[in-house]
C-alpha cells in the first residue's frame, strides 16, 4: 500500500515539474509571436491578425478525420493522406480522453482539434510533412496560427484570419514543420 502511494506521489510530482517547465517563460516554452493578438472571443475580426496559409499540392475535396483514446501514457494520431501526425507525450492527459483529428477541406493545410478548448498539463506535438504541400525553397519562416472557426478561413484566397502566431521548427529544406499544442481549437500553417 504505502509503495502504491509512493508512486502516485511520484507521479503527481512529475506532472507538476513538467508543468512547471512548460510555463510561458521557460526555455521550452513555445514562443508566441509579438503580432498576436490576446483578445480571442471578442468576434471582431478587428482583433485578428490576417496571415497567408500553407497550400496543398491539390486542394482536398472533403474533411479527412482521424481518431484514438489516448491517456496518461501517452499516444499518437495520424493522416497518412495528409502526412500529418499528433504525437501526445506521458502525461499530458489525466485520464482517457477521445482525441479527434480533421484536416479542413479546401486549399489551405488547416486542421481542426478535438476536444475543443482541451488544454494539456504537457505540450502535444504537432507534424506536418511537407511534401503534399505547395512549401518549395524559398519559403518564408513558417508558423501555426490558431484560428477559432472555420470561418476564419478565406480558402479561395489562401488566407486566414488567427488569434494567436505560434513558432515551430522545420520547414521546406528538412520537409516538415512541427509545432507545440497547449490547447485545442483549430490551427493553420502560415507565414
Given at each position: 500500500?504505502?509503495?502504491?502511494?509512493?508512486?502516485?506521489?511520484?507521479?503527481?510530482?512529475?506532472a507538476?515539474?513538467?508543468?512547471a517547465?512548460c510555463?510561458?517563460?521557460?526555455?521550452?516554452?513555445?514562443?508566441?509571436?509579438?503580432e498576436?493578438s490576446?483578445a480571442?472571443?471578442?468576434g471582431?475580426?478587428?482583433?485578428?491578425?490576417k496571415k497567408?496559409?500553407?497550400?496543398?499540392?491539390?486542394?482536398?475535396?472533403?474533411?479527412?478525420?482521424?481518431s484514438?483514446?489516448?491517456?496518461?501514457?501517452?499516444?499518437?494520431?495520424?493522416?497518412a493522406?495528409?502526412?500529418?501526425?499528433?504525437?501526445?507525450?506521458?502525461?499530458?492527459?489525466?485520464?482517457?480522453?477521445?482525441?479527434?483529428?480533421?484536416?479542413?477541406?479546401?486549399?489551405?493545410?488547416?486542421?481542426?482539434?478535438?476536444?475543443?478548448?482541451?488544454?494539456?498539463?504537457?505540450?502535444?506535438?504537432?507534424?506536418?510533412?511537407?511534401a503534399?504541400?505547395?512549401?518549395?525553397?524559398?519559403?518564408?519562416?513558417?508558423l501555426?496560427?490558431?484560428?477559432?472557426?472555420r470561418y476564419?478561413?478565406?480558402q479561395?484566397?489562401?488566407?486566414?484570419y488567427?488569434?494567436?502566431?505560434?513558432?515551430?521548427?522545420?520547414?521546406?529544406?528538412?520537409?516538415?514543420?512541427?509545432?507545440p499544442i497547449?490547447?485545442?481549437?483549430?490551427?493553420?500553417?502560415?507565414?
Amino acid at each position: 500500500m504505502r509503495s502504491k502511494s509512493f508512486l502516485r506521489s511520484l507521479r503527481l510530482g512529475l506532472a507538476a515539474l513538467i508543468a512547471a517547465g512548460c510555463a510561458t517563460d521557460s526555455a521550452t516554452a513555445p514562443k508566441f509571436s509579438q503580432e498576436a493578438s490576446t483578445a480571442r472571443g471578442s468576434g471582431s475580426r478587428d482583433d485578428l491578425i490576417k496571415k497567408n496559409g500553407l497550400l496543398w499540392s491539390t486542394e482536398l475535396r472533403r474533411d479527412v478525420s482521424a481518431s484514438a483514446t489516448i491517456g496518461p501514457r501517452g499516444g499518437k494520431i495520424t493522416i497518412a493522406s495528409t502526412g500529418f501526425e499528433l504525437t501526445v507525450p506521458p502525461l499530458a492527459v489525466t485520464k482517457d480522453t477521445r482525441f479527434t483529428v480533421t484536416a479542413v477541406a479546401g486549399r489551405m493545410v488547416a486542421y481542426e482539434f478535438e476536444p475543443h478548448g482541451t488544454r494539456f498539463l504537457v505540450p502535444i506535438i504537432a507534424k506536418q510533412n511537407l511534401a503534399l504541400t505547395k512549401s518549395r525553397l524559398p519559403l518564408p519562416v513558417l508558423l501555426a496560427g490558431y484560428f477559432t472557426y472555420r470561418y476564419d478561413l478565406d480558402q479561395s484566397n489562401g488566407t486566414g484570419y488567427v488569434s494567436e502566431l505560434i513558432d515551430g521548427a522545420g520547414g521546406a529544406a528538412l520537409g516538415s514543420f512541427v509545432w507545440p499544442i497547449n490547447y485545442f481549437s483549430g490551427y493553420m500553417i502560415c507565414w
